[in-house]
């Protein structure tokens, strides 16, 4: 959720607090949990998530933020930092024989930290529009199949002597990219992208705006056993007139995320795939002049849901003001450790960059095990 998500006005909405504006809690499926308003739909399906509701941050930036959030590090001049989907590719190891990727980001910005310090074939698929797909995936109509393999091998015969006089990761790793590029152009599997093969009403479902068709093609990758899909949504940032603008932000998140979690649960596939919503953080408890709310790192909520994760749960609270955390902090590298430990990542695992410097998944995050099944 790009821009930084209001979290009082969405899942830290608990009633009869100050400056809550014109969000109202309702109550959910899971006891003890309240949501604002706008978010009718996962209140319907909240016993198959978890939220985190003392989240904080040191950035108050938002692309540092969203660094910080992505790669559970600062973002330096230095180094860049690999993000979740690589370190997952990375820490699992490559899979041999697939011509779908494994890492794509639906709706990224080119802020992304993509693969980081890591080889190039860690690198995310970037899908801007996930109503046009995956994009320069078709041969022109003037190659005939021939005329196609006879300019690849050209290709490849140029870049053999390349190879063997530059013999280093990156060169290999980049010609290995592009032979599952060329791949994935002659595989039936290039059908996982193509959103006119779901029914109408199915589409509906999620919304037909870009982010509801991202959460759906989301589970079209996962259903075919892509293993990290993330998906961008913005519009968030509201310094001005909020709650001319929050309902409809907000309901299409509640509509599109609910409409992913029950598909997924349907499809017997929730217990398997772990889901995470979260901002880089939140927004000012106090409703400036402009009727909008401010920048404010010092707490958000996180949400997770599906394999790994007790749902209907929530863990930790801010303050009285929806200011502080109140009870049980959480850095935003122990919420990725989080991720990471449900999906069987090992936290203590050391890899290095090209300058001989250790990283790790998620920094020195610890997982936050009341939430673990």
Same mark, same amino acid.
């Not at 959460?215 to 968030?236: Q, S, Y």
């Not at 979260?278 to 790192?297: K, L, Y």
């Not at 994760?309 to 502080?324: A, M, N, Y």
């Given at each position: 959720?790009?821009?930084?998500?209001?979290?009082?006005?969405?899942?830290?909405?608990?009633?009869?607090?100050?400056?809550?504006?014109?969000?109202?809690?309702?109550?959910?499926?899971?006891?003890?949990?309240?949501?604002?308003?706008?978010?009718?739909?996962?209140?319907?399906?909240?016993?198959?998530?978890?939220?985190?509701?003392?989240?904080?941050?040191?950035? =108050?930036?938002?692309?540092?933020?969203?660094?910080?959030?992505?790669?559970?590090?600062?973002?330096?001049?230095?180094?860049?930092?690999?993000?979740?989907?690589?370190?997952?590719?990375?820490?699992?190891?490559?899979?041999?024989?697939?011509?779908?990727?494994?890492?794509?980001?639906?709706?990224?910005?080119?802020?992304?930290?993509?693969?980081?310090?890591?080889?190039?074939?860690?690198?995310?698929?970037?899908?801007?529009?996930?109503?046009?797909?995956?994009?320069?995936?078709?041969?022109?109509?003037?190659?005939?199949?021939?005329?196609?393999?006879?300019?690849?091998?050209?290709?490849?015969?140029?870049?053999?002597?390349?190879?063997?006089?530059?013999?280093?990761?990156?060169?290999?790793?980049?010609?290995?990219?592009?032979?599952?590029?060329? =791949?994935?152009?002659?595989?039936?599997?290039?059908?996982?992208?193509?959103?006119?093969?779901?029914?109408?009403?199915?589409?509906?479902?999620?919304?037909?705006?870009?982010?509801?068709?991202?959460?759906?093609?989301?589970?079209?990758?996962?259903?075919?056993?892509?293993?990290?899909?993330?998906?961008?949504?913005?519009?968030?940032?509201?310094?001005?007139?909020?709650?001319?603008?929050?309902?409809?932000?907000?309901?299409?998140?509640?509509?599109?995320?609910?409409?992913?979690?029950?598909?997924?649960?349907?499809?017997?596939?929730?217990?398997?795939?772990?889901?995470?919503?979260?901002?880089?953080?939140?927004?000012?408890?106090?409703?400036?002049?402009?009727?909008?709310?401010?920048?404010?790192?010092?707490?958000?909520?996180?949400?997770?849901?599906?394999?790994?994760?007790?749902?209907?749960?929530?863990?930790?609270?801010?303050?009285?003001?929806?200011?502080?955390?109140?009870?049980?902090?959480?850095?935003?590298?122990?919420?990725?450790?989080?991720?990471?430990?449900?999906?069987?990542?090992?936290?203590?695992?050391?890899?290095?960059?090209?300058?001989?410097?250790?990283?790790?998944?998620?920094?020195?995050?610890? =997982?936050?095990?009341?939430?673990?099944?």
């Amino acid at each position: 959720m790009t821009g930084a998500m209001s979290h009082l006005d969405t899942f830290d909405c608990i009633g009869g607090r100050e400056n809550e504006g014109e969000t109202k809690a309702i109550k959910t499926k899971s006891t003890g949990m309240t949501l604002g308003n706008w978010l009718p739909e996962l209140a319907k399906v909240s016993d198959q998530f978890a939220l985190v509701r003392s989240l904080h941050t040191e950035a =108050a930036d938002h692309d540092k933020g969203r660094y910080l959030m992505r790669t559970s590090y600062a973002e330096i001049a230095s180094i860049r930092h690999p993000g979740m989907g690589s370190w997952i590719m990375r820490l699992q190891g490559l899979r041999q024989g697939r011509s779908l990727p494994d890492n794509v980001v639906i709706g990224g910005d080119n802020r992304h930290p993509g693969a980081g310090f890591l080889e190039p074939v860690y690198t995310p698929i970037p899908i801007g529009d996930p109503n046009a797909g995956l994009q320069n995936t078709k041969q022109p109509e003037y190659l005939t199949g021939g005329s196609f393999r006879a300019r690849l091998d050209l290709i490849d015969k140029f870049d053999t002597g390349f190879r063997k006089k530059f013999p280093q990761k990156q060169v290999e790793a980049y010609s290995e990219f592009y032979k599952q590029a060329t =791949a994935l152009m002659q595989s039936e599997d290039l059908k996982a992208f193509d959103l006119n093969l779901e029914k109408k009403e199915d589409r509906e479902k999620y919304g037909m705006d870009r982010f509801g068709q991202g959460c759906m093609l989301a589970r079209r990758l996962i259903e075919n056993d892509v293993k990290f899909v993330e998906v961008t949504f913005g519009n968030w940032d509201m310094h001005t007139d909020i709650y001319d603008k929050v309902g409809e932000t907000a309901g299409n998140m509640d509509r599109a995320v609910a409409a992913l979690l029950s598909d997924l649960q349907t499809r017997g596939l929730l217990k398997r795939t772990l889901v995470v919503l979260v901002s880089e953080f939140g927004r000012t408890p106090r409703i400036n002049q402009n009727s909008g709310r401010d920048h404010h790192p010092g707490v958000f909520t996180g949400l997770l849901a599906g394999g790994g994760i007790k749902g209907g749960t929530v863990f930790g609270s801010s303050d009285d003001k929806g200011h502080s955390p109140d009870k049980d902090p959480v850095s935003v590298s122990d919420f990725n450790a989080t991720i990471a430990q449900a999906m069987g990542l090992p936290l203590e695992e050391e890899v290095f960059s090209k300058t001989g410097r250790p990283f790790k998944v998620a920094h020195d995050g610890a =997982a936050i095990k009341k939430l673990l099944t």
